[in-house]
């Protein structure tokens, strides 16, 4: 009696697990994927085989392509929509952000002096109880050089951002 039950429960789980695990087939048009057997057939698509197709879909319409010409190439550089900009207001923009990047950077270098000075070359003064705990001031030590390459980092950033704007008016 148990035997039939388990061959019954075996031919009943196998039932079900094996149109589970088969696949409806898919066609693939180009970049596009179908399992409308009409569609495929109209458009000459090529059934996909060999594994599992995941297909997940877009969130919309995809941006227009731009031509290419004269005036495609000044609005790739704008995003769409954005408002045009005079010649006079954008110098003034770019002279507002140099003045800005110009302050950040000689914050940065003045905080770089700093820092390298209370480095010390490796070598920093003892505080406290790290005379007793060697370790204590070690991490110490470490997290000074570390914040000592964030700030080079900074300024060398910095340092981009100026360059990336136009060259300053007179």
């Known amino acids: 009696m148990k035997t039939a039950s388990l061959i019954f429960l075996a031919g009943s789980l196998l039932a079900v697990a094996v149109p589970a695990s088969s696949q409806e ?7 596009e994927y179908t399992n409308n057997s009409t569609i495929a057939q109209q458009k000459g698509c090529k059934v996909m085989e060999g594994g599992n197709v995941t297909v997940v879909q877009g969130s919309g319409m995809p941006a227009p392509k731009s031509s ?4 495609g190439s ?3 550089r704008a995003p769409a929509g954005s408002p045009r900009v005079e010649g006079v207001d954008q110098r003034a923009r770019d002279g507002e952000a140099r003045s800005v990047l110009e302050a950040e950077l000689k914050k940065a270098e003045a905080r770089q002096a700093e820092l ?3 480095y010390n070359n490796g070598e920093p003064e003892k505080q406290g109880s790290e005379g007793r705990n060697y370790q204590k001031y070690l991490d110490r030590v470490a997290e000074m050089k570390a914040e000592l390459a964030r700030n080079e980092s900074d300024i ?3 340092r981009r951002e ?4 136009p060259a300053k008016q007179q």
């Open 74 to 76: 000044s609005a790739a």
């Open 116 to 118: 390298q000075k209370e």
């Open 162 to 165: 100026l360059g990336r704007l």
């Open 156 to 158: 060398a950033g910095i």
């Open 25 to 31: 087939r898919v066609w693939r048009c180009g970049n």
């Open 68 to 71: 290419g010409g004269g005036a």
